[in-house]
């Protein structure tokens, strides 16, 4: 049963399909592609350890439940990475867009969308808000 709602959730009926030439409405190819990219705070410095999970796009938010802060386990990250002291990550995905969900300590989460592959990636995180 999972593994059929993570091929919906890839936009295919059938792994097959997400790669073919003609699938052009696919939002997430099975092709696999390197993001890279650097998190840092509202002052621009980077953030070591932030957590970061790619999802197919409008599911990020969704990985989260909002009123006890952890992840949703029926939602599986496409792919996750973690920052290194410089703020930089990796992140090996299935080509095409995404939606990424930043998280670190002491921030608010972030929410970003983009395209793989891609070497340009940069999120910026905030201290939460009083309503967070």
Do not use: C
Not at 57 to 80: F, H, K, Q, R, Y
Request: glycine content about 8%; aromatic content about 4%; hydrophobic content about 40%.
């Amino acid at each position: 049963m999972k593994l059929w709602l993570a091929i919906v959730l890839l936009g295919a009926a059938h792994p097959k399909d997400a790669t073919d030439a003609g699938a052009k409405d696919a939002h997430v190819t099975s092709k696999a592609s390197t993001m890279q990219g650097h998190v840092v705070d509202a002052k621009g410095k980077p953030i070591a350890g932030a957590k970061i999970a790619a999802y197919p796009p409008g599911l990020a938010e969704a990985s989260a439940d909002p009123e006890i802060g952890t992840a949703n386990a029926d939602l599986v990250p496409l792919g996750t990475a973690t920052t290194n002291n410089e703020g930089a990550f990796t992140l090996d995905v299935p080509s095409g867009e995404v939606e990424l969900r930043v998280t670190a300590k002491g921030e608010a989460p972030s929410y970003v969308k983009a395209r793989a592959p891609s070497a340009s990636v940069r999120v910026t995180l905030r201290p939460p808000s009083v309503d967070d």
